[in-house]
């Protein structure tokens, strides 16, 4: 049986066990499946989240999968919110869906498609921006 070398071994995803505490952030550029509890922002391109795991923080992805507890905002072109899911938190989208059951404790805020931008190249998280500058009243004098 041939071992791969380190080129071969690229992963498509990556699991975070349901017996792992993560203290910190994690800036993932391929798919996160969360089994375990999360204390700290999570950026990754696609989170799939067990119904048994726990986030305590801020989740930006391009898709999101909701199935246990997020305590935090969740900013996502498609998300899924699942019967088990508690979300307490503010979540921002392009697509939502949330199942029967589903239970989300904040604000919604829907931005049409192209006006979730990441941020900085440096920085995979997603911000939002205005869809249309702000302009400023224009004064007349009367002469």
Avoid: W
């Amino acid at each position: 049986m041939a071992i791969p070398s380190s080129a071969d071994n690229r992963s498509t995803f990556s699991v975070i066990g349901s017996d792992v505490t993560v203290t910190g952030d994690i800036d993932a550029s391929v798919d996160l499946h969360v089994d375990g509890r999360i204390e700290g922002d999570i950026r990754c391109a696609t989170l799939v989240q067990a119904n048994n795991s726990t986030v305590k923080g801020n989740v930006s992805a391009e898709q999101a999968r909701i199935a246990g507890r997020v305590e935090g905002s969740i900013t996502a072109k498609e998300l899924i919110v699942e019967a088990s899911a508690k979300v307490i938190g503010d979540v921002t989208y392009e697509k939502l869906s949330i199942e029967t059951g589903g239970h989300v404790e904040g604000s919604f805020r829907y931005k049409s498609a192209g006006t979730l931008q990441k941020d900085d190249p440096k920085d995979a998280s997603l911000k939002l921006v205005d869809e249309a500058p702000a302009t400023k009243p224009t004064q007349t004098s009367a002469l």
